[in-house]
């Protein structure tokens, strides 16, 4: 369980308070460059956080719905792209405060050529136990048109989502460029359903 125990009441969140969420996750996150390990954050409306730690107003952006929380450290084995990732969500739960939960995690993406590849791969391994997901990953690291990026997923407790996908950049572009953040409706859909379960989970059951 997570821990912002705020009252459950909470005023509708709007959507562009979620979409300023994630681009501010973005940023901080992508403030310390890449190779970094998954990270959650629990999403908690900035009025109940006033109200509940006064004494954190100065900290809090002036004008913002949410407020984005980042969490404890996953556990060290949790890697970005993994099956096991969305198997820790399954554990996961948030108190009532929470208003939305959010997860970013450095991915590797492939041009759709790359598909065959990934097949075979697969098919390579059927029969032994938890082994397509280790594969994958490894055949993935070593295509020669692999491009790592930084995948953010954020939902809310209604429903809606928002996901953006960040390219890290080559060897040609210019480090000091903020990366381009690409928005989808259909970017992790398993991820979405994962974080999704979260926010249904019962705190009591943990």
């Excluded at 107003?57 to 949790?78: F, K």
């Excluded at 029969?127 to 954020?154: F, K, M, S």
């Amino acid at each position: 369980m997570n821990d912002f125990d705020a009252t459950d009441h909470q005023a509708p969140i709007s959507t562009d308070a979620l979409i300023r969420s994630v681009q501010e996750v973005a940023a901080h996150v992508g403030a310390d460059g890449w190779g970094q390990p998954p990270k959650m954050f629990a999403l908690v409306p900035t009025a109940q956080i006033a109200v509940a730690e006064p004494h954190l107003l100065d900290q809090l952006e002036s004008g913002s719905e949410l407020t984005p929380i980042e969490q404890h450290p996953l556990p060290d084995d949790l890697h970005g792209g993994s099956a096991a990732l969305e198997e820790y969500l399954g554990t996961t739960s948030w108190a009532p405060g929470v208003a939305g939960c959010m997860v970013v995690q450095e991915i590797l993406v492939l041009p759709p050529s790359a598909a065959s590849d990934l097949d075979t791969a697969v098919d390579a391994a059927l029969g032994r136990d938890n082994a397509a997901d280790d594969v994958i990953r490894a055949a993935a690291g070593a295509h020669p048109e692999r491009r790592a990026a930084r995948l953010i997923v954020a939902v809310l407790r209604d429903g809606r989502s928002e996901s953006a996908l960040a390219l890290a950049p080559e060897d040609d572009d210019d480090p000091f460029a903020e990366p381009e953040l690409r928005t989808g409706d259909n970017l992790a859909p398993g991820l979405v359903h994962a974080l999704q379960a979260t926010l249904e989970a019962d705190p009591e059951d943990w």
